[in-house]
């Protein structure tokens, strides 16, 4: 039987959005967020970040630095007793001079290529899967995956909301944030079996 995920956008909505981070010192992660993902796991569904990192791209930081902040999230979180699944990450930026990072990707969202990898990975069913975000591209992520794409209201989610509302795609829910946005998946996920 295939997995179901919930995947979540890093920065903006398990964490402060600092721009781009080059270090985890300047990583300050949402308190709400150790609980959110411990419930999820409790749940029984895999916690897996996707996150574009076009600081990359751009020379800002090297794809060291960024694994060493995903390293030290997931540690932060473990000693919250919460288990981030994977964190995948785009290091792409189009307008890159470094051509290992210039052109065109499949895993910048809101394409699917990172999803795509970790259901290889993991063997998830996207169609039963979830997408949490506070940017329009995480809500065309869950959408163009074929999962339910939920907009936190943290981050830029409220300045999202507008333009969601006024362009689209619209998330199936809205949460104020990542805890919420946790909980009401894991009573969906209750009222479906």
Not at 61 to 82: L, N, Q, R, T
Not at 143 to 158: C, D, F, M, S, Y
Request: charged share 25%.
């Amino acid at each position: 039987m295939k997995k179901r995920a919930v995947f979540l956008d890093r920065d903006g909505t398990l964490n402060e959005d600092a721009g781009y981070p080059g270090n985890f010192g300047n990583i300050t992660i949402y308190p709400a967020s150790f609980a959110a993902v411990r419930r999820l796991n409790e749940a029984g569904l895999l916690a897996i970040v996707i996150s574009n990192q076009s600081g990359v791209g751009r020379g800002l930081f090297g794809e060291a630095e960024v694994m060493d902040i995903h390293g030290k999230m997931a540690a932060a979180f473990a000693s919250h007793g919460a288990r981030l699944d994977a964190l995948y990450y785009c290091p792409h930026f189009e307008g890159s001079a470094d051509p290992r990072y210039a052109g065109g990707c499949d895993c910048r969202k809101p394409k699917p290529g990172l999803a795509l990898r970790a259901a290889a990975d993991f063997g998830i069913d996207l169609d039963r899967s979830y997408m949490i975000g506070d940017k329009p591209d995480d809500i065309a992520f869950g959408r163009n995956i074929g999962a339910t794409p939920v907009l936190v209201l943290t981050g830029q989610g409220t300045d999202s909301r507008r333009r969601l509302r006024a362009q689209g795609p619209a998330p199936c829910r809205e949460a104020a944030d990542v805890l919420a946005a946790a909980r009401w998946i894991i009573r969906r996920e209750k009222r479906a079996r």
